[in-house]
């Protein structure tokens, strides 16, 4: 079975702070996925990479950067918290195919205080 | 761009009665459409995937969905619901990117 591991669950941090939300996945997959979980909005993708270093914007990566040093790993970054960030984080994984699924971690729920 | 309609935020239903989640997609190719679930505090599961092999496509859980293109949709059903089927539903489209729709959740009554 694929594994996307997020490496936390809850995280509770200040406006200004740069926050760190980092993804595993055990497959090999060419691609990786961060969204943003909100009430009524679904999944709105914030940043995709395709490859090592390789990366590309979604619809909302205002206040988001991301990183691929190596192919297991994207880490999405908030340079400076703002509190309407505070939402569900949601890390998924795909091989390089548009008609294979997603596979998702457990989602960080990130409270900007 | 591709993007799905989920119609109906909230479904409720008495344990035992058919579950019917309802999803449209605007496509302007055959398009690869998928159902997630999402528990409580998890990320989001695959239940089944129509890739154009077969118009009724069944998934996990007992689960199943009819690729209807010409009234472009994509609903799941369940034909009897059970209270561990209480959960938030997803359809999706895929082409370079995966559109979510903004989800179902569904209760089931006991």
């Known amino acids: 079975d694929v594994k996307v591991t997020q490496s936390s669950r809850y995280l509770v941090k200040r406006t200004g702070e740069k926050v760190f939300l980092e993804c595993v996945q055990d497959m090999d997959h060419e691609n990786m996925f961060w969204y943003r979980q909100d009430p009524g909005l679904g999944l709105r993708l914030i940043y995709f990479s395709y490859d090592v270093k390789m990366k590309e914007k979604g619809d909302i990566p205002e206040g988001y950067s991301v990183s691929r040093e190596k192919k297991e790993r994207f880490s999405l970054i908030l340079e400076s918290a703002s509190t309407n960030q505070t939402s569900m984080y949601l890390c998924?994984?795909?091989?390089?195919?548009?008609?294979?699924?997603?596979?998702f971690g457990d989602g960080t729920r990130l409270s900007i205080l | 761009a591709q993007s799905v309609t989920q119609l109906g935020s909230h479904v409720s239903v008495s344990e035992g009665a058919l579950v019917l989640l309802r999803c449209n997609y605007s496509?302007?190719?055959?398009?690869?459409l998928f159902w997630y679930v999402q528990y409580p505090n998890q990320g989001l599961q695959l239940l089944l995937k129509y890739t154009s092999a077969a118009t009724l496509v069944k998934g996990i859980n007992g689960f199943e969905a009819e690729f209807k293109k010409s009234e472009t949709s994509f609903h799941l059903t369940k034909p009897s619901a059970h209270m561990s089927d209480a959960a938030e539903y997803f359809c999706a489209v895929s082409d370079r990117f995966m559109r979510f729709g903004a989800g179902t959740r569904l209760t089931v009554k006991p």
């Open positions: 496509s302007s190719v055959p398009p690869y």
């Open positions: 998924a994984s795909s091989s390089d195919s548009f008609d294979q699924p997603q596979h």
